[in-house]
C-alpha cells in the first residue's frame, strides 16, 4: 500500500489512463504567450474564415453566439509536459461555422490578434472535436488565456488551441505556422508524442 502511494501520489503525480505519454497533471493554469498579450475587447472582436478566391466570411461577437454555445468538459494537454485534466469550457463547435462555408481546400491557417498563427488539417477541427470557445471554469476568458475568444482543440497539443482567434485561411496544403516553423511538430497528437519534427 505505501509503496503504491510512493509510486502513483503526491509529489510524483497522479497517474492516470487519461495523461498521454511524458505528461504530468498540474492543478493550476500555466500562462504560455509567446510576445505580448492583445488587447481584444468583445464588441471589436470578430473572427473570418478567408475561403477560395479570397472570399471572407465574418462573424461578430453576437453573430458567434447565435450560432449556439456548448459546454464541453475536457483536458488539455501542452507540449512542455504540463496536462490538465476535465476542465470546463463554454463555446461554439467548429462545425457550426463551416456550415456556412462551402470550401474544397483540406487544410487550415488559424490567425490570431497579434499575429500568432498555427497550422491544421481541418478534419481536426470538425466532427465535434474543435470550438471557439469563450469562458473556462464558469468564467469569461481573461485576456492572459486568450479572452474574448480562443480556438481549443483538445486531442492536439495546446499550442494549437490559438488564443485570440481571428481567423482561419483555408489553404490547398499544409503549412507550417509559428511554432511549426520553429520546430513544433505539424499535426501535434499528444496519444504519439508529435512533439518536435
Ligand atoms: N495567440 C497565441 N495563442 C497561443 C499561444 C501564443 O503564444 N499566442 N501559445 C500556445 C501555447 S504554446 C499554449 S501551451 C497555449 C497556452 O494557453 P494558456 O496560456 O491559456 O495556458 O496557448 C497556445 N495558444
Ligand atoms: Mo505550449
Known amino acids: ?26 492543478d493550476d493554469w500555466p500562462v504560455l504567450t509567446a510576445g505580448p498579450t492583445p488587447d481584444v475587447g468583445a464588441h471589436e472582436w470578430s473572427f473570418t474564415i478567408t475561403t477560395e478566391g479570397g472570399l471572407e466570411h465574418r462573424w461578430d461577437w453576437s453573430e458567434l453566439h447565435a450560432l449556439g454555445v456548448e459546454d464541453v468538459v475536457t483536458d488539455v494537454h501542452c507540449v512542455t509536459h504540463w496536462s490538465r485534466l476535465d476542465m470546463p469550457w463554454r463555446g461554439v463547435p467548429v462545425d457550426l461555422l463551416f456550415e456556412d462555408v462551402e470550401t474544397g481546400y483540406d487544410y487550415v491557417m488559424v490567425r490570431s490578434y497579434g499575429g500568432y498563427t498555427t497550422n491544421l488539417p481541418l478534419e481536426d477541427l470538425l466532427d465535434g472535436k474543435a470550438w471557439i470557445a469563450t469562458e473556462a471554469e464558469g468564467s469569461p476568458l481573461t485576456p492572459e488565456h486568450g479572452g474574448p475568444a480562443r480556438l481549443l482543440v483538445p486531442h492536439l497539443y495546446f499550442w494549437k488551441s490559438a488564443k485570440w482567434l481571428r481567423g482561419m485561411q483555408m489553404m490547398p496544403s499544409d503549412e507550417p505556422g509559428f511554432w511549426e516553423q520553429n520546430g513544433y511538430h505539424l499535426r501535434g497528437d499528444p496519444w504519439l508524442e508529435e512533439r518536435y519534427w
Open 1 to 26: 500500500m505505501g509503496v503504491v502511494n510512493r509510486a502513483f501520489g503526491g509529489r510524483r503525480g497522479r497517474s492516470d489512463s487519461r495523461l498521454p505519454p511524458g505528461q504530468t497533471i498540474v
